[in-house]
């Protein structure tokens, strides 16, 4: 099966030097210089992979990202420069991933490519064998999250969207509710594509969810910081 790739860059120099490095790998490879080109492309074409610099004109890589995660499963490779590490943290929350710095190493995108790739679509087979038997409500501590929708409801009935990297990490806390888990165990779960580069996005993620939560970061009670060992979550989950 052809794997097809989608680059979005604004730069031609950066389109052609991807676009010859997949195609001598035997990707099929299609280019969009702009986030809207790309969205054009996408409606009409499907790929495995969307390959897309941070840095776009008009609307930018992050919010691409975003909104291709709430409506796909498609695998997306970050491009970012040295200087964008606050960018990328956000980036990969979206649901980004993986990422390549500027300048790009060829080798190392290719093996990016090749190792993101086979994980989508493993991903993809395991979660069509088991939608079915999946809840699509879970209650803990007066919380209810609609795993449907990806919205979280609190005890008075106000509803909030969850991002897909908070949403992800709430499910692997609701597996393992009652048990530490080390920031290592967190990374490897979160979508099974070990997109997470470093502790502090990790750490990030757990702060935005605490929020959402109305989880005091001085004094928490569902999602506890165990020092030197990771975090646990302490509320009981029912479907």
């Known amino acids: 099966m052809t794997t097809r790739v989608l680059i979005v860059d604004d730069d031609p120099l950066i389109r052609e030097l991807l676009d010859a490095y997949l195609s001598q790998e035997g990707y099929e490879v299609h280019c969009a210089a702009t986030a809207e080109l790309a969205e054009s492309f996408l409606a009409a074409n499907t790929v ?8 776009l004109p008009g609307k ?4 691409l990202t ?15 420069g040295r200087n964008d590490e606050v960018d990328l943290i956000v980036g ?4 980004a991933d993986d990422y390549v710095v ?4 060829p080798r190392e995108l290719v093996s990016r490519t090749k190792n993101l790739v086979r994980r989508v679509r493993h991903a993809q087979q395991h979660t069509s064998s088991t939608t079915l038997a999946r809840q699509q409500i879970k209650h803990f ?6 795993t449907d929708r990806r919205r979280l409801i609190d005890p008075a009935g106000g509803e909030t969207l969850l991002t897909h ?4 990490l709430l499910n692997v806390f609701l597996r393992n509710s009652g048990h530490t888990l080390s920031r290592d165990q967190l990374m490897d779960q979160i979508r099974n594509r070990e997109w997470v580069p470093s502790d502090r996005s990790i750490d990030v993620l757990v702060g935005r969810l605490r ?4 989880d005091d970061p001085a004094e928490p009670q569902l999602i506890i910081t165990i020092h030197g060992a990771g975090y646990l979550f302490t509320a009981s989950v029912a479907a």
């Open 48 to 55: 495995d992979l969307v390959m897309l610099d941070i840095r």
């Open 60 to 63: 930018d890589g992050l919010t």
């Open 66 to 80: 975003r909104e291709l995660r709430v409506r796909s499963e498609v695998g997306i490779i970050l491009i970012t």
């Open 92 to 95: 990969l929350e979206c649901g």
């Open 102 to 105: 500027k300048p790009l190493n």
């Open 141 to 146: 501590a007066d919380w209810t999250l609609d």
């Open 165 to 168: 990297g908070e949403y992800q």
């Open 211 to 214: 929020r959402k939560l109305h």
